[in-house]
């Protein structure tokens, strides 16, 4: 099958070997459409570490193509998308129902082989068959709005009034998950614009590209006892101002995902619309080319059509 995929001599788009049932869990899917993350270009310019050989990407929807014996609820021709942070299913906190929090995590695109090729191989418990309304390039956001939506779990509330940190589309999509779930209060702070900040004003803020800079503008602009809700990624440290958090009680809450199920009742509701978020399909072939796209232009999400 064909596949972008990186070893040592950097990455290519490449002919490898098709996956294979290998335990009984396992779900091979026909992949449709693909979508392109920062973290696959962090993984492909070896800034996020990762195996030294595997296909890239993990934000992705397909058609099932076989099961293994074990499989139930799933058969061959189902639209499906999967969650690609795969928890141990063995820990105390998998064994509670609470795999979200899972502390022995794998990711497909890093620790195994990712999306961005013809199919892949994934266990069953990873899989969500797609509501019938919601197209294959929706579906392949799937993992993207799970990260969003999981800002629900902080314990905000609509009365509250929020700051979203960040002129980016991840800051636009939690935009649109408050207001379509009732927050009326809610201001998108652009930095680019120059304009301060004021103090002592928000319930919550939720930032979408931490630095020292923008955490020490956040802990300003929060109420005292105000909560930041942390929702990027960093893979470098970023220092915080201990004193004025302290001073001013703030509750520092990091949140991850919400439920896949969650994320597709939402996408199917046809009162929820994001399309105006989702942007161009390539073929991923032109991998160089999109990847030097992204990397200047993150309004809109990119996505690779694949089959």
């Known amino acids: 099958m064909k596949a972008l995929y990186k070893d040592i001599n950097g990455v290519s788009y490449t002919d490898i070997e098709k996956p294979v049932i290998k ?21 492909a310019e070896n800034i996020v570490e990762s195996k030294d050989k595997l296909v890239l990407g993990h934000e992705f929807s397909g058609v099932v193509d076989s099961v293994g014996n074990h499989v139930n609820g799933l058969k061959s021709g189902d639209h499906v ?18 795999s979200d929090i899972c502390p022995h995590t794998t990711m497909l695109g890093i620790d195994s082989n990712g999306a961005f ?8 418990s990873s899989v969500h068959k797609l509501p019938a309304n919601v197209s294959f390039k929706l579906g392949a956001y799937s993992e993207p709005m ?15 009034k929020g700051l979203i940190y960040g002129n980016n589309r991840f800051a636009d999509l939690i935009a ?30 939720i930032e979408t590209s931490a630095t020292e800079d923008i955490m020490q503008q956040i802990f300003k602009a929060l109420k005292p006892q105000g909560k930041l809700i942390l929702k990027s990624r ?24 919400a439920s896949f199920k969650d994320v597709l009742e939402l996408f199917a509701d046809d009162d929820f619309n994001i399309d105006d ?8 072939n032109d991998f160089e080319m999109v990847f030097a796209y992204a990397k200047r ?10 089959g």
Do not use: H, W
Not at 117 to 124: D, F, K, L, R, T
Not at 146 to 160: E, F, R
Not at 239 to 246: D, S
Not at 297 to 306: H, P, Q, R, V
């Open 23 to 43: 335990n009984s869990n396992d779900v091979i899917i026909k992949i449709k459409m693909a979508a392109l993350c920062r973290t696959d270009i962090y993984v």
């Open 234 to 257: 960093k893979y470098e440290n970023v220092g915080i101002n201990f004193q004025q958090a302290v001073m001013k009680e703030l509750q520092l809450i990091a949140v991850n995902y």
């Open 117 to 124: 090729a013809e199919y892949i191989s994934v266990p069953a």
């Open 81 to 98: 998308t999967v969650m690609p942070v795969i928890a141990c299913g063995e820990c105390e906190f998998c064994l509670k129902g609470k």
């Open 176 to 205: 649109r998950i408050l207001r379509y779930k009732g927050f009326t209060n809610i201001t998108v702070y652009n930095p680019d614009l120059g304009e301060e900040l004021p103090a002592n004003n928000f319930d919550f803020a």
């Open 277 to 284: 978020l989702l942007g161009e399909v390539f073929s991923l």
């Open 297 to 306: 232009n993150e309004s809109k999400k990119i996505f690779f059509e694949i």
């Open 146 to 160: 799970a990260a969003s939506l999981s800002i629900l779990k902080a314990g905000i509330k609509p009365q509250d």
